[in-house]
């Protein structure tokens, strides 16, 4: 079972940043992959950027076009932690995010921005920007 805990929500006006971060209870695997999701109020939950960490030197992330160039989803191994970096946000930003894992993928592709994909959930953290 593996735990997951979003923090770095809050308040910030349009063009501003926020910093997500995501801690995992116990993350020993050697290949996985992990993603953010969002819910904005009235809408279904939509996949915002994911990374296929295979075991090398290199991770690979996949992001939705609605966030392309303004965010970057990262990762640090030695703290179990998931990073999403959200600069020059706007309004329809606004939503609860969520941190996604699941452990043993074996490959990364654009699919990793949709649900099915992740077997564990953090609660979330809300987000809003302010126009």
């Known amino acids: 079972q593996v735990q997951l805990v979003e923090s770095g929500g809050g308040s910030v006006q349009a063009g501003g940043s926020l910093r997500l971060s995501c801690a995992a209870s116990?993350?020993?695997?050697?290949?996985?992959?992990m993603g953010w999701f969002r819910q904005a109020p009235g809408a279904e939950r939509e996949g915002v950027a994911a990374i296929y960490v295979p075991g090398g030197p290199t991770d690979y992330a996949y992001y939705a076009d609605s966030v392309k160039g303004r965010f970057t989803i990262s990762r640090d191994r030695a703290n179990n932690t998931l990073y999403l970096q959200m600069n020059s946000m706007q309004p329809e930003d606004t939503a609860i995010y969520y941190c996604a894992a699941t452990p043993g993928c074996t490959s990364g592709s654009s699919s990793l921005l949709y649900q099915y994909v992740y077997r564990y959930w953090g609660q979330g953290t809300q987000v809003t920007v302010s126009s």
């Open positions: 116990t993350y020993t695997y050697r290949s996985y992959c």
